[in-house]
């Protein structure tokens, strides 16, 4: 709603005691006459921007009026009626008779009147101030300032596609994959392997842990290659053949210790003269000096044989 208008002048013009009036003219006169004061001020700027129909804007500034100078009244802004923004109150506030060459107070309120369609600038008008009563009159400019005022309710937007406040869904960036889909197969190979290991050694290697000794050695032996003077392969066979022994005696089994072995193994008896054989070219295969030919592997997978079905005869027998 508008506001009133009306220009007020808030100085205090009381009367000053004579004597008084007497002291501060005497104080003043040599200093007017040595020098020519001029009006000082400064102006708290007001905000420029956000405003819309009907907000009210503030002007002031700060004067400070040498001593003998006075505020013309008739250059006092008059409130009058505006098309974009109008003047609606005008006030001069002047310091107190005790204090005089004070700063003076000037306030000047406007009020939006136009709502633009978009948003624009519109001026306050410059102010321009006389102070008589010196040596020589003095005028105060104050320069026009730019608000920002904007519209109240904007224009719709065109109905016409892509134009209006919804706007269809931007398409979502695509991302490069390809790496991604590399290392996911890396990855993913990796775990099977690991799975593969895992399943080996919780299903495979307890079974064949299971197996009777000699079936276990019989089982690596059938491998093995029946190439002539292969000593890697007959090494290998030796070995598969101790650690059958072995855990069938349940202890390291020696040449020294055979004959106690066949008597808590009794169905192995008959394999006593090939047994002997075996440790002897067993410890002339990994402890002779120098290079030992290459024993028979046929001979020795068919004593594991042989030992093998020994040993399942006496698991079935009752």
């Known amino acids: ?37 001029v009006v000082q001020w400064r102006e708290d700027a007001p905000r420029t921007y956000g405003h819309q129909i009907g907000d009210l804007v503030e002007r002031r500034a700060a004067v400070r009026v040498p001593p003998g100078l006075r505020l013309d009244a008739a250059s006092l802004p008059v409130p009058r009626p505006g098309a974009s923004v109008e003047l609606r109150e005008a006030c001069w506030e ?34 321009l101030l006389r102070f008589e009563g010196g040596e020589r009159p003095q005028q105060l400019r104050l320069d026009g300032v730019p608000i920002l005022v904007s519209p109240l309710v904007p224009e719709p937007a065109p109905e016409r596609r892509g ?6 869904d931007v398409p979502p960036p695509l991302i490069d994959t390809q790496a991604l889909g590399t290392r996911l197969a890396l990855e993913s190979g990796t775990a099977l392997a690991l799975l593969g290991v895992l399943a080996w050694r919780r299903l495979v290697v307890p079974r064949r842990r299971g197996l009777p000794p000699f079936e276990e050695a019989w089982q690596g032996l059938r491998r093995l290659p029946d190439t002539p003077q292969d000593a890697a392969a007959w090494r290998q066979g030796l070995t598969l053949l101790h650690r059958a022994l072995d855990r069938s005696a349940g202890q390291r089994l020696f040449a020294p210790g055979l004959d106690a072995f066949l008597l ?12 002997e054989r075996f440790f002897e070219q067993s410890r002339a295969a990994f402890f002779a000096p120098g290079d030992t030919p290459a024993g028979d592997l046929a001979w020795l997978k068919a004593l594991c044989r042989r ?5 399942a005869a006496r698991s079935r027998a009752p």
Do not use: I, N
Not at 21 to 35: D, F, H, I, V, Y
Not at 163 to 168: E, H
Not at 307 to 311: C, G, I
């Open 307 to 311: 030992a093998r079905d020994l040993d």
């Open 264 to 275: 808590r193994r009794p169905e192995l008896a008959p394999l006593h003269a090939d047994l």
């Open 163 to 168: 134009f209006g406040a919804l706007q269809p």
């Open 1 to 37: 709603m508008p506001m009133p208008s009306r220009a007020t002048s808030c100085k205090a013009e009381a009367p000053l005691p004579w004597l008084l009036g007497l002291a501060l003219l005497a104080a003043t006169a040599p200093a007017a006459a040595q020098a020519a004061p």
């Open 94 to 127: 002047a310091p107190p008779w005790w204090r005089p060459g004070g700063e003076s107070t000037l306030l000047l309120r406007y009020q939006v009147l136009r709502s633009p369609p978009e948003p624009a600038l519109l001026e306050l008008p410059p102010v």
